[in-house]
Each structure stands twice: as structure tokens, then as C-alpha cells.
């Protein structure tokens, strides 16, 4: 040891601070690039069919059933919202391991960009 960690405060202001832990809870939300949620969640938000098709454009057979199944449940017509979407998904030929809803998620920014499909 030197004679520099022998070395004691001979201040009557000198203080031993412990250094203590804080732990800072961070929001995930915040930073993670998760979206915050939409205002009606995610099953109460509505959309609706604006084309099945369009010309030159051929889409995976899992985003086909999704515009087939808004067009069985009349979404060209009036806008259904995507709980009901996802109901009836596998009715309508969806033939898949995953969810209905992964499905339909994974799917959505494609459909909505390309015009297929829009927010009511």
C-alpha cells in the first residue's frame, strides 16, 4: 500500500460518500422503436378495400387472402375493422403457422403504400 490510501480527512467537512446504485427504468416505448399505440388499439382501428388488383403487380398468396377476406366481409362497401379482419382470415383459405394477426401485420405497410388497402 502507498501512503497515499493510508491517508485519512482530517476535515470536520469531509464526508465518506458510498457510491449507490441507482437503477433507471426506461420506457420502452421511448427509445426502441416500438410505435405508440394507436388511439382505438389495434383491434378497434378500421380499413377498408380500395383495389383487389392492379395491373403488373403480383402479391404472396398470404397478402391475396387478406384482400380476399376484406372483400368477403364487404370492405370495398363499408370499412370493417381489423379485429374482424383477423377473425375471419382463416375462413377464407389462410393456411399458415403463425397467427392471423402476425400475418395481416407483416403484410399491412405493403398493402397500405401499394394503395390496396387504406385506413377508414
Not at 21 to 36: C, H, R
Not at 101 to 114: Q, V
Amino acid at each position: 500500500m502507498t501512503a497515499v490510501s493510508k491517508k485519512k480527512a482530517t476535515s470536520k467537512k469531509a464526508t465518506v460518500k458510498t457510491a449507490s446504485a441507482t437503477l433507471k427504468v426506461v420506457d420502452p416505448a421511448g427509445n426502441s422503436g416500438i410505435p405508440a399505440p394507436a388511439p382505438k388499439g389495434f383491434d378497434g382501428r378500421k380499413i377498408k378495400l380500395v383495389a383487389l388488383s392492379k395491373e403488373n403487380r403480383r402479391l404472396p398468396n398470404q397478402a391475396v387472402v387478406v384482400l380476399n377476406t376484406l372483400k368477403a366481409l364487404g370492405a370495398d362497401k363499408k370499412p370493417v375493422t381489423q379485429a374482424e379482419l383477423i377473425g375471419a382470415m382463416l375462413e377464407n383459405g389462410l393456411k399458415t403457422v403463425q397467427t392471423p394477426k402476425r400475418i395481416y401485420t407483416f403484410y399491412r405497410k405493403d398493402l397500405l403504400e401499394e394503395g390496396y388497402i387504406a385506413y377508414a
